[in-house]
């Protein structure tokens, strides 16, 4: 069973902020599926495709509370974790792809590290820009109309990413879209 995580906070005033990217390519990939509740996450089992979506529903830098239990109830494997999640070390739509390393500077993927005690953790790292602004009122800020134009771009080609990751090898993967 893979486990495909996407980061972000929870609650209305956050779902179109930088730092929600994580969720809102979730919500846009499965497109209305009816989401269950367990250890303060919510999601969603593929059985067809072997796989469990997951949003945490604590804030972001607890993020890794609820990917554990999801971990240890599941039995899944560090090798099929997938986590997507906003970086603002790259340019607005930019998509990188990763098979481990440190957070970088990124709280929830901090926290996942530290909780699962492992950095190799595949992740797909979507681009939200910087700014001089201080870097918690930029990532919790919202995207602006523009901005959402690139956004949708962007999720529509991680989804592709997913269906791909769900179906190759992930150095195939990451040649292909990197």
């Known amino acids: 069973m893979k486990l495909i995580v996407g ?12 730092h929600n990217i994580g969720f809102l390519v979730i919500d846009r990939y499965l497109d209305n599926v009816k989401f269950k ?8 089992i593929d059985g067809s495709k ?3 979506f997951l949003k945490p529903m604590n804030y972001m830098n607890l993020s890794g509370e609820v990917v554990k ?17 906003d970086d603002i070390a790259f340019e607005l739509g930019t998509i990188k ?5 440190s957070a970088g500077g990124h709280n929830g993927i901090k926290n996942i590290i530290a909780l699962l005690g492992n950095n190799k953790i595949k992740r797909i790292r979507i681009g939200i ?9 930029y990532v919790l800020g919202k995207f602006s109309n523009d901005e959402l134009i690139k956004v ?4 529509k080609n991680v989804s592709e990413i997913i ?9 195939k993967l990451m040649s292909k879209y990197n």
């Open 50 to 52: 072997n796989v469990i």
């Open 129 to 137: 820009g910087n700014s001089n602004k201080d870097v918690k009122d």
């Open 7 to 18: 980061l972000g906070n929870p609650g209305v005033e956050f779902k179109y902020t930088r």
């Open 37 to 44: 509740k367990k250890f303060n996450g919510e999601y969603y």
């Open 97 to 101: 792809i990763k098979p481990d390393g």
């Open 152 to 155: 949708e771009k962007v999720i």
């Open 69 to 85: 239990k999801f971990v240890d109830y599941f039995n899944i494997n560090i090798s099929d974790i997938l986590i997507i999640y």
């Open 163 to 171: 269906d791909n990751y769900l179906l190759m090898d992930f150095e």
